[in-house]
């Protein structure tokens, strides 16, 4: 069932009340995600590259038009210890949050998280001499 008859089909704020048992193939790595493994009744990103499609305005109401790729960007920890992703859609810019699954790719997790380490706002060959000018000892040693 395509996107436009789930809108047709189902009236605003079904899938908050009822389970998404449906599989669907993801738009960007063409891998088959099925609903079993996610540790959740409301799958809504792929398990391998984490990707996911803008369709809901608000979580579960399936009103979003855009329906581009809702790519994910960061990852965040919770209160409770529960990390959750940060998708940013490449079409409109919308940005959401969704519960990690059960079942998603922990490298890609991994790599979602370390990339700010990876790739710091400032050239990692001065942090002595801006800890120096912080008054620290400059020395890593």
Do not use: Q
Not at 17 to 42: Q, S
Not at 71 to 85: R, T
């Amino acid at each position: 069932m395509n996107r436009e008859n789930k809108k047709k089909s189902f009236e605003k704020g079904y899938y908050k009340t009822h389970a998404c048992n449906e599989t669907f193939t993801c738009k960007l790595c063409g891998r088959i995600v099925t609903p079993e493994g996610a540790g959740t009744n409301h799958r809504n990103h792929c398990p391998n590259c984490l990707s996911s499609l803008h369709v809901d305005d608000e979580p579960g109401d399936r009103l979003a038009d855009c329906g581009g790729i809702m790519e994910p960007v960061a990852v965040w920890v919770k209160k409770n210890g529960e990390w959750a992703i940060i998708h940013r859609c490449r079409v409109c810019g919308k940005i959401s949050s969704n519960r990690v699954a059960a079942d998603d790719n922990p490298i890609k997790l991994m790599s979602i998280a370390m990339k700010p380490l990876t790739s710091p706002p400032f050239p990692i060959e001065r942090i002595e001499e801006m800890t120096r000018l912080m008054g620290g000892e400059g020395s890593v040693k």
